[in-house]
């Protein structure tokens, strides 16, 4: 824990101290608040003082604080990027005996601005609903609601989480799978449980866990799925009432699950019914369709959230984003229904899949 605070510590400071020393560049005479000296390290101890107070105090200071802090850490990495990029742009074009420097910072800082304030409309935007369409002989006509990484809390309002699951609602599904990554923390957890057991549907509500779940506590997020009414599937196989097996992976990275593992476990599956595999973490496709699964679900990614983040995600997971085939399984990775900490997307809108089978 002490390694990773003091990397979180080293990287935020250092996108501040980059975006100063870049726009100290261009504008000298902002060195009276020594941007790339104690502003980057007042600006670092705010964010960390706000990741860190949030999550024992629950009260509207802290709420505004957690909104500030993050928002501040967001803005801090979109303007480290277009900084990157500007340096680069600036060595270039040095290259060719061309001078930017009259006009690059203040592109630089148009483009920062213009970024962060659709990234900020992105963050607080309703997610949308999305339509996936998937047809195949061997499965049963239904209607699946997804629900990935909300994570839900002092960063999501009830009210939000609300609207969202009415919006599903109005569907009309016949069974809700949920993807995990659903509650952070923060206040009326019972509340956020609550509205999400009262979504009823012919079928039921299964899911699974998420990274975020052992993070936060492994007992506390089981405790939110029981009073949310949702099934948990730990490394297990069931069938559902339309013939349909539905099997649940613990989340692969965290709970340190094998490719082995899991084809083992789907070896216990019935060859002669579909199946359709809930994952959190986006791996293992092609073991999972080698063992015979027919769909794979899975989150986690967010999309990249806020771009071009979305390319380091890439480097992790091949697969981040959308429908894949992979040697005849229909795979779906959702980016989301809203944010992880930073409540900015940028080029990654959230949204509300709607997984229609046979329909």
């Not at 020594?34 to 960390?48: D, I, N, Q, R, Y």
């Not at 967001?74 to 500007?86: D, H, K």
């Not at 989480?161 to 599903?168: C, E, G, S």
Request: contains cysteine.
């Amino acid at each position: 824990m002490a390694a990773f605070f003091i990397l979180s510590t080293i990287v935020i400071w250092g996108m501040f101290a980059a975006a100063g020393l870049w726009l100290l560049t261009f504008f000298p005479a902002l060195g009276k608040f020594s941007p790339a000296g104690w502003t980057p390290v007042l600006c670092t101890a705010f964010v960390l003082a706000g990741l860190s107070l949030t999550r024992t105090h629950y009260n509207l200071l802290t709420s505004a604080l957690y909104y500030a802090a993050y928002i501040l850490f967001g803005l801090a990495f979109i303007a480290f990027c277009v900084s990157a990029a500007g340096a680069v742009l600036f060595i270039l074009l040095k290259l060719f005996h061309v001078s930017a420097r009259a006009y690059l910072g203040s592109i630089s800082a148009g483009v920062t601005l213009v970024l962060f304030l659709c990234a900020l409309w992105g963050g607080f935007s309703a997610p949308q609903l999305k339509r996936i369409i998937i047809s195949s002989p061997d499965l049963p006509a239904f209607k699946a609601a997804i629900i990935s990484d909300s994570h839900l809390g002092m960063g999501v309002s009830y009210e939000r989480w609300d609207k969202a699951l009415t919006q599903l609602e109005n569907e009309k599904p016949d069974i809700v799978l949920v993807l995990g990554d659903v509650f952070e923390y923060g206040p009326d957890a019972d509340k956020y449980a609550a509205r999400l057991a009262a979504f009823k549907t012919p079928l039921g509500t299964y899911g699974v866990l998420g990274n975020h779940e052992y993070y936060v506590g492994y007992e506390n997020s089981k405790d939110f799925f029981r009073q949310a009414n949702i099934t948990l599937l730990e490394n297990e196989i069931l069938t559902l009432k339309n013939g349909l097996q539905l099997a649940g992976l613990k989340d692969i990275r965290t709970a340190r699950v094998s490719p082995q593992e899991t084809s083992g476990l789907l070896a216990a599956a019935d060859k002669q019914k579909p199946l359709a595999v809930l994952s959190h973490t986006p791996l293992y496709a092609e073991e999972i369709a080698a063992a015979g699964a027919d769909l794979m679900f899975s989150g986690h990614t967010h999309n990249g959230q806020i771009w071009p983040f979305n390319y380091l995600v890439k480097l992790q997971f091949p697969r981040a984003y959308g429908l894949f085939d992979v040697a005849g399984m229909k795979f779906y990775i959702t980016s989301g229904m809203f944010y992880w900490g930073i409540p900015l997307r940028l080029f990654a809108p959230a949204e509300l899949p709607i997984i229609e089978v046979n329909r």
